[in-house]
């Protein structure tokens, strides 16, 4: 079934440090993975997506992995700063809809 | 370009009563979804609408229902509203499927 599972719920880094949150899945017919950041009281907003035919995607500081053989994505922060300080969540897309089944997210800590 | 409006922002209703909330999406986005942010479930997908017609349901009982007019507006509703139903009900739009969500503020509904 629809199941995504997200490592780990709460992770605290020094600044300048590199921060990686990692997904897991069941469902063979996902084939779209986004990622989204939700500081406090605010709404989530995407940072970065992949699709299933792409390995690796960049943009600046962030970067997601996809190995969709082990069924898992991954999310990479390089040189993280305070403002990087948030909640992230991925998730899963599947067919050509809106529906996102969504991870339970990471707390991420950047520490001055 | 206008974002994603939802309104209310906030709401306060008491057990058994119903509550209806309004979702107004990104110009030419006919997609909306709908999703409920809770700090125990994570945010769970309740339903999405393409075109009037409602496309994927998520596993909440009948007592959460919606609907999207020609204009692409949408509307929730839930009835005899439980104390477990409190949450943050968050409305994203989609250009089409499988592209990213935007997301609103959400509407925070309290149940006492």
């Known amino acids: 079934g629809e199941n995504v599972e997200q490592h780990p719920s709460t992770l605290s880094v020094q600044e300048g440090d590199s921060a990686v949150i990692k997904c897991t899945y069941s469902d063979s017919a996902s084939n779209y993975f986004p990622w989204y950041k939700q500081e406090l009281g605010k709404r989530p907003q995407l940072i970065i997506d992949?699709?299933?035919?792409?390995g690796e995607k960049k943009d600046q500081r962030i970067a997601v992995t996809l190995n969709k053989t082990a069924k898992h994505f991954s999310l990479h922060i390089t040189e993280t700063q305070p403002e990087d300080s948030a909640v992230y969540f991925c998730a899963l897309g599947s067919g050509n809809t809106g529906k996102l089944i969504f991870g339970q997210g990471t707390t991420l800590q950047v520490k001055p | 370009k206008a974002g994603v409006t939802q309104t209310p922002r906030y709401l306060i209703k008491t057990r058994g009563q119903q509550v209806t909330l309004s979702c107004s999406p990104i110009?030419?986005?006919?997609?909306v979804s709908w999703y409920q942010q809770t700090p125990g479930q994570g945010l769970q997908f309740l339903f999405e609408y393409f075109s009037e017609t409602q496309r994927n349901k998520g596993n909440f009982p009948g007592r959460f229902s919606g609907r999207q007019f020609s204009n692409s507006r949408s509307e929730m509703n839930v009835s005899t509203l439980e104390l477990g139903d409190s949450a943050l009900y968050l409305c994203?739009?989609?250009?089409?499927?499988?592209?990213?969500?935007?997301f609103g503020n959400g509407t925070r509904l309290t149940v006492t």
């Open positions: 994203a739009s989609s250009l089409a499927g499988n592209s990213p969500l935007h």
């Open positions: 110009s030419g986005h006919r997609s």
């Open positions: 992949i699709r299933s035919n792409v």
